[in-house]
């Protein structure tokens, strides 16, 4: 090879290395999984609830499909069974009949108190991103309805109590409520997090990491028990066995679909690749010659 070919093939090569170096991200949207309930007998229960026990700050969010409305619905619990103070509700996020959506909690020896919004911020058959935050400093619950607050914050007195409580998702662990739908992607913080995080979440599953981040249940698995991305050992046991599909099922979500980075090249990245493989293919012709 001559001197000017050896030339031509060695900026062509770096131009080549310059293209591939010069990759960006696009955003591609990966199809997830969902846990879908059939409204009879289905449920999740944490097996361990160490850690969840909140009494402060608070958020509460997922990603919910219900088929219908018409009846309590039950998204996220952390409660017992009993009127006592070892049992109390610490929080609880319920789709009401009406369409609805209710924070519940207990004080003592299991008073009721409730929160809620007006009705039919929840519609069958949509796709909903839901949340409750509960701010221990201004003594509110906001409500979210995908990314947008619903009504204004509303007083609340802080829970006390419930270390004889279990955290069970799609169904009250005392009365039923039985969810009729997909939930997915269920974050608990010890945080109240402001809109623009809420907002976000709706777009991006949070970093499992993430300060305040105590449980977060992806449910983009296609068996087993639901794993908590956490780390925290928040296992989800599946149970059911008496309704129309055996326990809650995996299947793709309606709702929520991950952002993924996914490397392509731009503009200046196509041009500086073209050139070098006109450069290569030009010292690869000299040679020939």
């Known amino acids: ?15 080549l290395v310059l293209a591939v170096a010069g990759l960006v991200s696009s955003v591609a949207l990966a199809q997830e999984n969902a846990l879908d309930f059939d409204g009879t007998d289905d449920g999740v229960i944490a097996t361990n609830v160490s850690g969840l026990a909140i009494t402060g700050d608070l958020t509460a969010a997922a990603w919910i499909h219900v088929n219908e409305t018409g009846q309590v619905q039950d998204v996220v619990r952390f409660g017992g069974v009993g009127e006592d103070q070892a049992t109390n509700v610490l929080y609880q996020l319920s789709v009401m009949d009406d369409g609805s959506l209710r924070f519940f909690w207990e004080t003592g020896a299991g008073t009721d108190h409730w929160v809620q919004t007006g009705p039919g911020v929840v519609a069958a058959g949509a796709c909903e991103y839901v949340a409750a935050v509960r701010d221990s400093g201004a003594g509110t619950v906001t409500f979210y309805v995908n990314g947008e ?10 829970p006390d ?4 409580a279990v955290l069970s998702v799609g169904f009250d662990s005392d009365v ?4 009729d739908g997909q939930i997915d992607e269920l974050s608990l913080w010890d945080a109240a997090l402001p809109q623009s995080s809420i907002q976000t979440m709706m777009r991006q599953r949070p970093d499992p990491v993430s300060a305040g981040l ?6 983009s698995q296609a068996d087993g028990d639901v794993q908590d991305a956490t780390g925290n050992g928040h296992t989800g ?7 129309s599909n055996d326990t809650p099922q ?9 952002a993924e980075p996914v490397p392509v090249l731009g503009p200046w990245g196509i041009a500086t690749l073209a050139i070098g493989l006109l450069l290569l293919g030009t010292a690869v012709l000299r040679r020939i010659a």
């Not at 090879?1 to 131009?15: C, I, N, W, Y």
């Not at 607050?149 to 802080?158: I, N």
């Not at 995996?250 to 991950?258: I, K, W």
């Open 161 to 164: 109590g419930g270390t004889n």
């Open 214 to 219: 105590v449980l977060l249940y992806s449910m």
């Open 1 to 15: 090879m001559d001197t000017s070919a050896k030339r031509l093939f060695s900026l062509g090569r770096l131009l």
């Open 176 to 179: 039923a409520h039985f969810f």
């Open 237 to 243: 046991v599946r149970q059911g066995p008496n309704g």
């Open 250 to 258: 995996f299947v793709p979500s309606t709702c929520f679909r991950q």
């Open 149 to 158: 607050v619903v009504g204004s914050p509303q007083s609340v007195g802080m």
